[in-house]
């Protein structure tokens, strides 16, 4: 155990975690707050997965409070137990602020964690903060020793206005779509070309659940994992599941993209190539999709044969890491990444395979990077459609006045990337989510603009159609008929303002519309 006080001590720290460089998490003032208080019987935990800020969080909150001799930094080992940091409390009276880096790895940890709250905040009035690699640890001790003793901030999620004010606001949607997740500048997810966002997924995720499930209850709630465990394939098993839904990703991307008019314009000119050989209709027959699925669908034995209550419970686990968010009422099938750049790390590796498939192969060069690219940016649109609609999800000012889900008509010819629900009203705002900086409405728009497909969502649903809006890379305009285009970084900066601005536009549009037909 590596304990550290003092001017001297906290210096070393200070300059380790360049604390006087790097901007501070939004939960920052939350933290000092706690610190601050006369009393609060709670310690607090600061829970997440690598590379999202804790121990740099901790380090700021101990420069912040600026008295080294009142705070003592502790570093938990692999063979410390409570009783040590216990002592360590007792032989440094005069300190009433205590950051414990690493506290998963404290043997007793998830058994015995509640004296720290029980007798040192609630009792001696200390300030006891926590972090740790081994997050899930944190969750069973919430249900269990930590339950209503501790404060809790979680820091895995950096939505995109957060990740800008750390990293710069000369990062893009592009960055946060292809490295957002950690604070380490994108380098995470790409360690080279065979290992992209792997080497996170074991270390961050994988061994994250594994020494969990260990130290938890003495190794006891293994449950449906227990014969994985057994047989040493547990943290393999949990990077397939990754991996494989990631896989699914992709082949529904695919899919999508058949649908698009992309595909049209490249059919059109695979057929107008007179030096290619292979038939253009391959990219709008069954057989083209066949081999793409035949590309993504590597089976996986060890995921293959494992009980389906096994699968359910790392999924839960990843649920609760915030590794994925599964949007409520889809049946765990539509799953959301809170790193994008996990997924897309992911995906671009799966994408190389598929680039290998046997019709690929045979299309000349220029025409496999012309599908590579477009393919691309339909992975890109539809990560960003995923990064809105988790966004305003997790956004408490919008989700605590909006509904946000998605909606579909049965035959599946009209959809709506991101609807927003009133929950006071019946009234709904309508949003199209586009990767581009073009403006194209007839065909970025079509759905907003169609009146049938309009009418019919407002039938299906019950609910009032009040604001309809295109999210794209593009400067913020006005289109027509009361729809909004509206820059991706407004809406996700300063949402409940551009969807105030997209009702008013409607508002402007329906009363030119009665004004015209009084008119007439």
Same mark, same amino acid.
């Given at each position: 155990?590596?304990?550290?006080?003092?001017? &001297?001590?906290?210096?070393?720290?200070?300059?380790?975690?360049?604390?006087? @460089?790097?901007?501070?998490?939004?939960?920052?003032?939350?933290?000092?707050?706690?610190?601050?208080?006369?009393?609060?019987?709670?310690?607090?935990?600061?829970?997440?997965?690598?590379?999202?800020?804790?121990?740099?969080?901790?380090?700021?909150?101990?420069?912040?409070?600026?008295?080294?001799? @009142?705070?003592?930094?502790?570093?938990?080992?692999?063979?410390? &137990?409570?009783?040590?940091?216990?002592?360590?409390?007792?032989?440094?009276?005069?300190?009433?602020?205590?950051?414990?880096?690493?506290?998963?790895?404290?043997?007793?940890?998830?058994?015995?964690?509640?004296?720290?709250?029980?007798?040192?905040?609630?009792?001696?009035?200390?300030?006891?903060?926590?972090?740790?690699?081994?997050?899930?640890?944190?969750?069973?001790?919430?249900?269990?020793?930590?339950?209503?003793?501790?404060?809790?901030?979680?820091?895995?999620?950096?939505?995109?206005?957060?990740?800008?004010?750390?990293?710069?606001?000369?990062?893009?949607?592009?960055?946060?779509?292809?490295?957002?997740?950690?604070?380490?500048?994108?380098?995470?997810?790409?360690?080279?070309?065979?290992?992209?966002?792997?080497?996170?997924?074991?270390?961050? !995720?994988?061994?994250?659940?594994?020494?969990?499930?260990? #130290?938890?209850?003495?190794?006891?709630?293994?449950?449906?994992?227990?014969?994985?465990?057994?047989?040493?394939?547990?943290?393999?098993?949990?990077?397939?599941?990754?991996?494989?839904?990631?896989?699914?990703?992709?082949? *529904?991307?695919?899919?999508?993209?058949?649908?698009?008019?992309?595909?049209?314009?490249?059919?059109?000119?695979?057929?107008?190539?007179?030096?290619?050989?292979?038939?253009?209709? %391959?990219?709008?027959?069954?057989?083209?999709?066949?081999?793409?699925?035949?590309?993504?669908?590597?089976?996986?034995?060890?995921?293959?044969?494992?009980?389906?209550?096994?699968?359910?419970?790392?999924?839960?686990?990843?649920?609760?890491?915030?590794? !994925?968010?599964?949007?409520?009422?889809?049946?765990?099938?539509?799953?959301?990444?809170?790193?994008?750049?996990?997924?897309?790390?992911?995906?671009?590796?799966?994408?190389?395979?598929?680039?290998? @498939?046997?019709?690929?192969?045979?299309?000349?060069?220029?025409?496999? /990077?012309?599908?590579? /690219?477009?393919?691309?940016?339909?992975?890109? $649109? /539809?990560?960003?459609?995923?990064?809105?609609?988790?966004?305003?999800?997790?956004?408490?000012?919008?989700?605590?006045?909006?509904?946000?889900?998605?909606?579909?008509?049965?035959?599946?010819?009209?959809?709506?990337?991101? %609807?927003?629900?009133?929950? &006071?009203?019946?009234?709904?705002?309508?949003?199209?989510?586009? #990767? @581009?900086?073009?403006?194209?409405?007839?065909? *970025?728009?079509?759905?907003?603009?169609?009146?049938?497909?309009?009418?019919?969502? &407002?039938?299906?649903? $019950?609910?009032?159609?009040?604001?309809?809006?295109?999210?794209?890379?593009?400067?913020?305009?006005?289109?027509?008929?009361?729809?909004?285009?509206?820059?991706?970084?407004?809406?996700?900066?300063?949402?409940?303002?551009?969807?105030?601005?997209?009702?008013?536009?409607?508002?402007?549009?329906?009363?030119?519309?009665?004004?015209?037909?009084?008119?007439?």
């Amino acid at each position: 155990m590596d304990v550290k006080t003092g001017e &001297e001590g906290l210096h070393e720290l200070i300059t380790n975690y360049q604390v006087k @460089s790097l901007q501070k998490r939004f939960c920052f003032p939350d933290l000092m707050d706690y610190l601050r208080r006369d009393y609060d019987p709670r310690v607090c935990t600061i829970y997440g997965l690598r590379r999202t800020g804790k121990t740099t969080l901790m380090a700021q909150a101990a420069a912040e409070l600026h008295d080294p001799d @009142s705070v003592c930094w502790i570093i938990c080992g692999e063979h410390d &137990e409570i009783q040590d940091v216990k002592n360590v409390i007792h032989n440094h009276p005069q300190c009433r602020y205590f950051f414990l880096d690493e506290a998963t790895r404290l043997e007793n940890f998830m058994d015995a964690s509640s004296i720290l709250a029980d007798r040192y905040t609630a009792i001696e009035n200390k300030r006891i903060v926590m972090a740790g690699t081994d997050s899930l640890g944190f969750h069973f001790a919430f249900g269990s020793e930590l339950f209503d003793r501790t404060h809790i901030f979680h820091t895995t999620y950096i939505p995109y206005r957060e990740y800008r004010y750390l990293l710069g606001d000369d990062k893009t949607i592009d960055d946060y779509i292809e490295y957002g997740g950690t604070l380490t500048n994108g380098k995470i997810f790409y360690h080279n070309d065979e290992t992209s966002g792997m080497d996170y997924t074991n270390d961050a !995720i994988a061994e994250n659940i594994f020494h969990s499930l260990e #130290h938890y209850r003495g190794g006891g709630a293994f449950g449906a994992l227990l014969p994985i465990y057994a047989s040493g394939e547990l943290t393999t098993f949990i990077r397939k599941i990754v991996e494989l839904d990631n896989r699914t990703f992709l082949a *529904q991307t695919v899919n999508r993209m058949f649908r698009s008019h992309d595909m049209g314009v490249l059919r059109s000119n695979l057929t107008r190539d007179p030096a290619l050989d292979v038939d253009a209709s %391959v990219l709008k027959n069954k057989d083209f999709l066949e081999e793409v699925r035949k590309a993504l669908s590597i089976r996986e034995p060890l995921v293959h044969k494992a009980d389906a209550q096994a699968i359910e419970t790392i999924k839960d686990y990843l649920e609760v890491l915030d590794v !994925i968010y599964v949007v409520p009422g889809t049946d765990r099938q539509v799953v959301l990444f809170s790193q994008p750049g996990l997924r897309y790390s992911q995906v671009e590796k799966e994408k190389k395979l598929l680039l290998e @498939s046997k019709y690929l192969k045979e299309f000349q060069e220029t025409m496999r /990077r012309d599908f590579a /690219r477009r393919l691309d940016e339909t992975i890109k $649109g /539809r990560i960003m459609e995923n990064i809105v609609f988790l966004d305003l999800t997790k956004n408490k000012e919008v989700s605590d006045r909006y509904q946000i889900t998605t909606y579909r008509n049965t035959l599946g010819t009209h959809e709506f990337d991101v %609807v927003l629900f009133d929950k &006071e009203k019946d009234d709904a705002i309508l949003l199209e989510v586009k #990767h @581009s900086d073009d403006f194209a409405p007839a065909y *970025q728009a079509r759905h907003l603009y169609d009146e049938d497909a309009c009418a019919e969502f &407002e039938q299906k649903t $019950g609910m009032k159609i009040v604001g309809k809006g295109v999210v794209y890379r593009g400067d913020t305009r006005y289109y027509a008929a009361g729809i909004h285009y509206v820059s991706v970084d407004a809406m996700l900066e300063q949402p409940l303002t551009c969807i105030q601005m997209l009702q008013n536009s409607w508002d402007a549009h329906v009363k030119k519309t009665v004004h015209r037909s009084k008119e007439h």
